[in-house]
Structures are given as C-alpha cells and as structure tokens.
C-alpha cells in the first residue's frame, strides 16, 4: 500500500490565526490564487455538468443565444426603423457582454453558498470560489463570443486598430465581475433575500440599459444613462469591437468604479472574512 | 522536517443563530432605518451561542489525543477550529504541519462526474497537487476496488457500497502531519472494512498528531496517549486517557437524588 509520502504543496504546512485579519486575507488572496488548479477545474466542471446532457455541450448555449439575437435583431430592427446592418452587431454585442456581466452578479450571489459543505469542514482559501464563479462564466461567455464572429464575417464589420481596446476592457470588466461576485457572495451568505433582489435589479437594467436600443436613436439622451453604470462598461467592450474607440467618459467611469470595487470589497472581505464559515 | 505542532491559546467560538427576519436584508434595513420601531424581530431574533470559551491546548510531535464530552460539549466545532475552517472569535491557533481532517468522507465528491474526475478533484480539495494526484490515483482505484471501467462511469451509476469505497479510498490516500478525526470511520463490506481499518491504523500510526474524538472508549484506549474532556466548550480535564475517561464518566452520570 503505497500511500503520499510527501506533504501536498498547494497547502501550506504552516498556518496561523491570530486575529490579524489584514494579513489573514492576504494570505487568503494568495492562496486563492496558488489554488488554480482546484477553481480551473471546477468551473470547467461546472459548464461540462450544465450542459452534459446535451451533445454539443456548452455550445448549444451558443445556438439559443444566436437564435435569439438574429430574430431580436430582424424584429426589433424593423420596429426602430434601422438598418439591420447596424443595428445586428451593436444588439450581438450588447447581448454578449449583457451575458457575462447578469450570469457573474446573479451566480455571484451563490459564490460561497454553493459550496457551505466544504467551506464549513476544510481551510481552502474563500477568495478561490468568485474566481471559479469567474472562470466559469468567462468560459461560457467565451463560447458565446462565436456568435460575434459570426456577425463580423456576416455583415463585413469594418473593425480597425481601436479593436485592441477589448483587451483592456474586457480585463477592467473581468476585475469587476471578480469584486462583484465576492461582495454579492458574502451578502447574499448572511441575507438570503438578497439573490432575488439582485435578480429583480437586473431584470430593470437589462430594459434601460442600452442593449436591445441604441441610445443616439433616441431624441432626448436621458441622464439615466449617463448614470448607468453597465452602459459604460458595456461600451468598454461594444465600441471596440464595432469598430471605434470608447469614450474617455467610458473609461473614466468604469476606471472609477474599479477602484472603488476594489478598495470597498477589500476591506468589507477582511471585516467579514472570520465570519462566513458560519454565515453559509 | 520539522516537529509538529498544533496550539491553541485563548479560543473562543461565538454561534450567532439567525432568525428568518434577520437573514432578511429587506427587513434588517427596514429594522434600520426606522431605529428598531419597524421590523421588531429583526434585533430579538438572534441568539448566540457560545461553543467554546477559552481553549487552551498545547499538542506536541508524537501526541494522540483524544477528545470526550457529551453531545454538544463542543467537540466537532473544536475540530473544525483546529482545521482551520471555523475561524474563532478570539485567540490564536498555531500549526505547524501538513494537516488533513477526515470528518465526512464523501465531502465534495461530484455524483454526475466519473470515478476518475472525483480521485482528481478530491485529492485537490485536500490540498494536492495534479501531479502528486496522478502519482496517487492508480493506487486510490486499486484500494477503492473499482474497475477502470467503473471508474469511467459517473458516481452516481455506483451503488452505495462502491461510492463509500471509492470516498474512503480517496480521503485516505493522503497522510498528514496532523490528522483530525471526527468519530473512526468505517466502510464497505465485511473484506473492505478489514482493509478500511488496516489502512486507518496506518494512517494514524503514520501521522505525527491525531486529535480524535469519538463516544468510544475502547477505541480511544487503544489509540490515544493522552486525552481530553469538553464540557460546556471548556476543556474540564487534561492528561492521560485512564484519568480523563474516569473524570468524564462520573461528571457525567448524575448524582442521585437525595
């Protein structure tokens, strides 16, 4: 019987807590991230899970969402009176991102809920279940993002330099789905009211967000998007990939919103972090 | 390598139990705003619960110790404490060790995913690496006494003997430094749990701490060389097995009326 000799590695044979929570969630952090091989594979399990059932696996997600973009966009288009050519992309787009950004705080919510069993019995660090709440939506979002291509080759974008702004978009966006999810997961473990009312604000944005509507189409630019924070990072990533750069309006409110994510999720996480074991 | 240890100063563990109103977000805010006037259950509806009160234990490289107490004493939140899950209210917990606690079996196994992607996941949630998995995963299958072919099939096609064996296979792959131990576990038929207990001594005899607590003095005689007695999340008594059983009895049996 030949058993492991040798101490695993990605744990840590040292640890302590002495209160210090500042250093407890670096540490966390750390070992979030020092965990991948864990949170890859769940996550990639998550997906494969959803749709197993299915032959053409994760794809056929890609399908339902094609299908619905091309008839919203036949439909719709008729009904604004704009051409179908411009009018296909931006929705494609908008639907792409609107995807990954709903999924991330809805599925947010149930960050460390989905997982109370181990959360409660082992010490793996909590900053590894939004990255796999992250990792797994980014793969499904990845395999929606064909439909993009699709729409390129199909209506011949005109796509030019500016499209290297989705990189930094689409990674500003991912740093903020990652926050949100943590800040939502720990939320929704002590109030769990909270994933329907989460819910319920997203079925509101998702209608004055503009997504299945292009704002200049309408007379009068109400405040209300200026002040939608999904608007501007939707057109982090819509304006690129249609060709033209983002606003320096864009940039500067999504930038903003990451610092203030960031710093707030991180000192909220250490204020709660010795208490969601018992949360959950 | 470096002598264990495993120590705790101080540790207090507070319970908050929750009501419905207070779990509510909606209420708790309304609760808030209204100074308490609104939504009265929110504040009245928590209750705490404070399951330890002041832990202070010391276990050095070579200790076997086991823990006793009634139902609710604070046995399994002590365990969970040391393995690091439960963080305490107060105190420090200092480890020195590889440590794994085996307290469910089937934690985290995946009854839609195969044989193989439960070894793989499993042996990462204790803290491997893929690589140490792969080295390890011929061997958890052999124990397990599966089939590659079975191996192949999602866990829930198993039946419930061949789950327990394949989960006991897996949390036991690995030995640790520091062992937790919630009750001995057991599996499978009559031939499995032969080997299940072969290979059960020989993970504690193989760890440098066990901490084991369970409602069988036999079994703590024969395993530990040193015990405790929780009572009302206090450690009541300390010291050789012998002398802590004795205590625990008679605290235990209540003195007759007079």
């Known amino acids: 019987m030949a058993t492991a000799e040798t101490p695993a590695t990605l744990k840590r044979a040292f640890w302590e807590w002495d209160g210090n929570l500042t250093r407890a969630v670096l540490e966390d952090l750390r070992q979030g991230i020092n965990y991948w091989p864990l949170w890859i594979r769940l996550g990639w399990q998550d997906v494969m899970l959803r749709y197993r059932r299915s032959m053409i696996g994760p794809f056929w997600l890609t399908i339902s969402m094609g299908i619905m973009v091309f008839s919203l966009g036949l439909i719709y288009g008729d009904l604004f009176g704009m051409v179908v050519d411009r009018y296909l992309p931006f929705l494609t787009i908008g639907f792409l991102v609107w995807g990954l950004i709903s999924a991330v705080l809805n599925e947010g919510c149930q960050t460390f809920i989905e997982s109370e069993g181990i959360i409660r019995q082992i010490d793996l660090p909590l900053s590894m279940f939004p990255l796999r709440v992250l990792w797994r939506n980014f793969i499904i979002f990845l395999h929606n993002a064909v439909i993009y291509v699709v729409v390129v080759v199909v209506f011949d974008l005109a796509l030019n330099g500016s499209l290297l702004w989705a990189i930094p978009g689409l990674i500003l966006l991912l740093i903020n789905a990652l926050w949100s999810a943590t800040l939502l997961g720990i939320l929704s473990a002590r109030f769990r009211d909270l994933p329907q009312i989460v819910s319920n604000i997203l079925q509101v944005a998702f209608f004055v967000t503009p997504i299945i509507w292009i704002p200049q189409a309408s007379f009068k630019r109400p405040l209300l998007i200026d002040a939608n924070p999904f608007y501007h990072f939707i057109e982090l990533l819509r304006a690129p990939l249609l060709g033209h750069a983002p606003t320096l309006a864009n940039w500067s409110v999504a930038l903003l919103i990451t610092l203030l994510g960031c710093v707030g999720t991180f000192l909220f996480y250490r204020r709660a972090y010795g208490r969601i074991a018992y949360w959950v | ?258």
């Open chain 2, 1 to 258: 390598m470096a002598a264990s240890i495993l120590s705790l100063d101080d540790v207090w563990v507070e319970y908050a139990i929750y009501g419905l109103a207070n779990r509510s977000l909606k209420k708790t805010l309304v609760g808030l705003a209204s100074r308490g006037r609104l939504a009265r259950e929110v504040e009245t509806e928590i209750s705490r619960v404070v399951a330890l009160k002041g832990i202070n234990l010391r276990v050095d490289d070579g200790e076997r110790v086991g823990v006793v107490g009634a139902n609710g004493a604070g046995k399994t939140t002590l365990l969970r404490v040391m393995a690091g899950a439960l963080k305490p209210l107060r105190g420090r917990i200092r480890r020195i060790g590889f440590t794994s606690s085996l307290f469910d079996v089937s934690l985290g196994m995946n009854s839609e995913a195969n044989g193989w992607d439960n070894i793989t996941l499993r042996g990462l949630y204790l803290g491997l690496t893929p690589r140490e998995i792969r080295a390890l995963a011929d061997e958890i299958a052999d124990f397990s006494g599966l089939t590659p072919e079975q191996l192949a099939c999602p866990v829930r096609t198993y039946s419930s003997g061949m789950q327990v064996r394949l989960a006991f296979a897996i949390s036991t792959a690995v030995r640790p430094d520091i062992l937790l131990l919630d009750e001995w576990i057991s599996a499978g038929d009559a031939a499995f749990v032969e080997k299940a207990k072969q290979r059960m001594i020989d993970l504690v005899d193989k760890s440098r701490i066990l901490i084991f607590a369970t409602h069988y003095d036999w079994l703590l005689a024969g395993i530990c060389n040193r015990a405790i007695c929780l009572q009302d999340g206090k450690i009541v008594a300390d010291g050789p097995v012998a002398d802590t059983l004795a205590f625990y009895h008679q605290s235990a049996t209540p003195l007759p009326a007079q």
